[in-house]
C-alpha cells in the first residue's frame, strides 16, 4: 500500500478484534528514533521519515520499532585475550567463546573479539578444547590450523612422552611421530595443512605433519563412531559399541602398563624419582641433583605468582590460620610485585616496547623474551643451573653481564626460597617452612639439554 491508501478495514466478522484496537492507546516512538537506530549502525541519518496515516501509523510505527530493534540487536561477546604458559593443569575461560584445559608445559595465545570470532596459537603442549557454537573458532598450530564451530577436541603439539606415544601408536599408527595430533570427540573440526584439508567427524584423530601432510588415524573408541547417533542407535549396535571401547581401554591399559613397567616404575604409581624418602620435593638429595645433571634438569615451586589472590579467610589446605591470613598475604603480595617488576623490566630491555610493558601480562611478557631469545638457549641455561645445583659449576660473578632470559629464568628458579623467606619475615621460618611444606601451588619439572656443537 503507498501513503495516499486508507488502512484496509477490520474484518466486520471479528467484533472482539474491532472493540480490543478501539480500546487500545498507540504508544508513538520518540521523533528520532529511527535516525539514532540507524545511526548505531552506520547508516546515513534521514532528515525524516515519509507520512503515514494517522491512526494506522501510530500502532504500525510502535510494533516496526520493536522489530527493527529486535532484528538489529545482537548480544555482545566478550572481547578477551591472553596468553597461557601452563606449569601444571590448568582450565582457562577463552571469552565466552570456549574453555581450554591445558597440560603442563603446554603453551597458548587467544584473542577473542566482540563478534565472538575466536583466534589463538598453541606452540606447545596437550590442550582439550570445548567450543560453544557461534563465529569461526581457529586453533593455529606448527603443523596447520585447525578450525572449528562448536566441539570437543583436543590438540596435542609435539614433544610427547614416550607413554603418550605409544599409547597413540594403537590410535594413530605412524602419525605417532607427527608434530601434531588432533582428535575430535563432538562435533566435527576442519584440519588444514600446506598440502592438505581434513574434515574430521566424531571420534576420529588425524597426526598433521611438519611437512604439511595429514594422516588420518583410527577411529577413537567414542559413542557414534560407526557413523550413527546414540539417540538413533539400536540396543544391539550399543552393546557391540560397549564391548568395541572396553576392548580397547583394556588394551590402553595393558600397553600403559607394559610402559610403566619398562620405565622402572610401578603401574598406576608414581615414577621412583618423583619423590626420595625423607626429603622434601623441592629438596632433591645432592646424589639426585648429580643425576640430573646429564639431563639438564632442574625443579622450581613457587606459589603461583602470576595467578595468585589474597586469602580471604583461613586456608585448611595449607595450614594457615586465621591469624596467619594478613601475614601471608603481605608476603606473597610482596612477591608478586618484585616478580611482575622484574619481568616487566626485562621485557622493556628485551622489546623497548612501553605500551606492550603497561598493557600485558606477566605470562605474556615472560613469552615475549623468551620467543625473541636466541634458539637453544633456554637449555643452556637449564644445563648451567643444574651445573650449579649439583655443585659442579660455579654462578656467574656478576648476573648483570647475563642475558635478560637468564635474569629471568634465575629468578624464577629463586621464587620458592624467595617467597619462603618472605613469610619467615611475617610469620617466623618454622611456620613458613611448614606452609610450602613439600612445594608451593605452582611446580614444575623440566630437562632437555642444548644440542650438541654442529649437531640439529
Same mark, same amino acid.
Given at each position: ?27 508513538? =516512538?520518540?521523533?528520532? !528514533? ?41 548480544? =555482545? /561477546? ?58 569461526? !573458532? ?89 557413523? /550413527? ?145 636466541? =634458539? ?19 654462578? =656467574? ?60
Amino acid at each position: 500500500m503507498n501513503d495516499d491508501e486508507p488502512p484496509a478495514a477490520p474484518d466486520p466478522g471479528d467484533a472482539g478484534v474491532d472493540r480490543a484496537l478501539a480500546a487500545w492507546t498507540a504508544l508513538a =516512538p520518540p521523533a528520532d !528514533f529511527a535516525d539514532r537506530v540507524l545511526a548505531a549502525r552506520g547508516a546515513p541519518r534521514r532528515s525524516r521519515w515519509p507520512r503515514r496515516a494517522a491512526v494506522v501509523g501510530g500502532i504500525a510505527a510502535a510494533g516496526a520499532a520493536a522489530v527493527v530493534a529486535a532484528a538489529l540487536w545482537r548480544a =555482545p /561477546h566478550r572481547a578477551a585475550s591472553g596468553t597461557l604458559i601452563a606449569r601444571q593443569r590448568t582450565s582457562q575461560a577463552l571469552g565466552d567463546r570456549g574453555i581450554a584445559v591445558a597440560e603442563p608445559d603446554s603453551e597458548l595465545t587467544w584473542r577473542v573479539d566482540d563478534r565472538g570470532a575466536a583466534e589463538l596459537t598453541q606452540r606447545a603442549g596437550d590442550v582439550f578444547y570445548r567450543v560453544e557454537r557461534g563465529e569461526p !573458532f581457529v586453533v593455529h598450530t606448527p603443523a596447520g590450523d585447525v578450525r572449528v564451530t562448536g566441539t570437543c577436541f583436543r590438540i596435542e603439539v609435539e614433544p610427547m612422552n614416550t607413554t603418550q606415544k605409544m599409547l597413540l601408536s594403537g590410535v594413530a599408527g605412524a602419525a605417532v611421530a607427527a608434530a601434531v595430533l588432533v582428535t575430535v570427540y563432538e562435533g566435527h573440526v576442519i584440519a588444514e595443512t600446506r598440502s592438505a584439508r581434513t574434515e574430521l567427524p566424531a571420534g576420529s584423530t588425524a597426526a598433521l605433519g611438519p611437512g604439511g601432510e595429514a594422516t588420518i588415524g583410527g577411529a577413537v573408541a567414542t559413542p557414534g563412531d560407526d557413523g /550413527h547417533d546414540d539417540g538413533h542407535a539400536t540396543r544391539e549396535q550399543l552393546l557391540v559399541r560397549t564391548r568395541q571401547q572396553q576392548a580397547q581401554l583394556a588394551q590402553l591399559r595393558a600397553r600403559l602398563a607394559a610402559v610403566e613397567t619398562a620405565a622402572g616404575r610401578k603401574p598406576g604409581g608414581e615414577a621412583p624419582d618423583e619423590a626420595e624418602p625423607g626429603r622434601l620435593w623441592h629438596d632433591p638429595s645432592p646424589e639426585r641433583l648429580a643425576e640430573w645433571v646429564a639431563e639438564c634438569r632442574i625443579r622450581v615451586d613457587e606459589p603461583s605468582l602470576e595467578r595468585w589472590s589474597p586469602l580471604t579467610g583461613p586456608d585448611a589446605e595449607r595450614g594457615i590460620a586465621a591469624g596467619e591470613v594478613a601475614g601471608y598475604n603481605e608476603a606473597i603480595t610482596e612477591m608478586r610485585k618484585r616478580w611482575k617488576d622484574l619481568v616487566r623490566s626485562l621485557y622493556l630491555e628485551t622489546t623497548g616496547d612501553t605500551a606492550g610493558a603497561d598493557t600485558l601480562s606477566t605470562e605474556a611478557m615472560r613469552h615475549e623474551i623468551e620467543d625473541k631469545s636466541p =634458539p637453544g638457549e633456554s637449555q643452556a641455561i637449564h644445563q648451567r643451573l643444574a651445573q650449579e645445583r649439583a655443585g659442579q659449576a660455579a654462578p =656467574p660473578a656478576d648476573l648483570a653481564r647475563t642475558s635478560a632470559l637468564e635474569r629471568l629464568v634465575r629468578t624464577w628458579a629463586q621464587l620458592g626460597d624467595q617467597s619462603e623467606a618472605a613469610l619467615a619475615r611475617r610469620l617466623g621460618a618454622p611456620r613458613a617452612h611448614a606452609i610450602r611444606g613439600d612445594g608451593w601451588s605452582s611446580r614444575s619439572d623440566q630437562s632437555g639439554c642444548p644440542a650438541p656443537a654442529g649437531g640439529h
